[in-house]
T-cell receptor
């Protein structure tokens, strides 16, 4: 059974650019959630996708958007990057919406 | 507001001893789920233990157990026979059915196990 994978592992962008982060969910999981974890803090919920539709959203602006594909993999897109977007971005998958979430290793994004 | 509070930013314990990490939360919901996750320096978040609020029995998972006090909204994690590999950040989290599928995390407790 393959766990949750994320790509890339690290990324450096400049302010104003756009970025796409990718996540492959664990086999058999149809729900993917994305989190932003700033340095020294706990993760903050960005949004969740269930069967290709957004199923909940945290307090993040619309420039944070996402997609889920038929194979349940997912993308997080961030437009007009700001310095404060520098963080570890975590993806987590689960079998159902309220089941235990299993996390990927994260993507470290640095915005200069 | 639904919040999670971990009042111990850092803790340390000697190898083989027992340590308890504290967590309190605030919610008006009756049905919810509580979790402890471990994040070692490799940064991958690993599930330690899960507790359903409707279950009175405290969850246990090998050396890890919880003390769930629903009325007090307290959910502490006890690690017995601490091992060097337990060194990590520990996050308490909870999730409710009516909370936009948002899992709320505390700020974390950095645990160091000393040889």
């Amino acid at each position: 059974e393959t766990g949750v994978t994320q790509s890339p592992t690290h990324l450096i962008k400049t302010r104003g650019q756009q970025v796409t982060l990718r996540c492959s969910s664990q086999s058999g999981h149809n729900t993917v959630s994305w989190y932003q974890q700033a340095l020294g803090q706990g993760p903050q919920f960005i949004f969740q996708y269930y069967r290709e539709e957004e199923n909940g959203r945290g307090n993040f602006p619309p420039r944070f958007s996402g997609l889920q594909f038929p194979n349940y993999s997912s993308e997080l897109n961030v437009n007009a990057l700001e310095l404060d977007d520098s963080a570890l971005y975590l993806c987590a998958s689960s079998q159902k919406k309220l089941e235990t979430q299993y996390f990927g290793p994260g993507t470290r994004l640095l915005v200069l | 507001a639904q919040t999670v509070t971990q009042s111990q930013p850092e803790m340390s314990v000697q190898e083989a001893e027992t340590v308890t990490l504290s967590c309190t939360y605030d919610t008006s919901e009756n049905n919810y789920y509580l979790f402890w996750y471990k994040q070692p320096p490799s940064r991958q978040m690993i599930l330690v233990i899960r507790q359903e609020a409707y279950k009175q029995q405290n969850a246990t998972e090998n050396r890890f157990s919880v003390n769930f006090q629903k009325a007090a909204k307290s959910f502490s994690l006890k690690i017995s026979d601490s091992q060097l590999g337990d060194t990590a950040m520990y996050f308490c989290a909870f999730m409710t059915q009516n909370n936009n599928n948002d899992m709320r995390f505390g700020a974390g407790t950095r645990l160091t196990v000393k040889p």
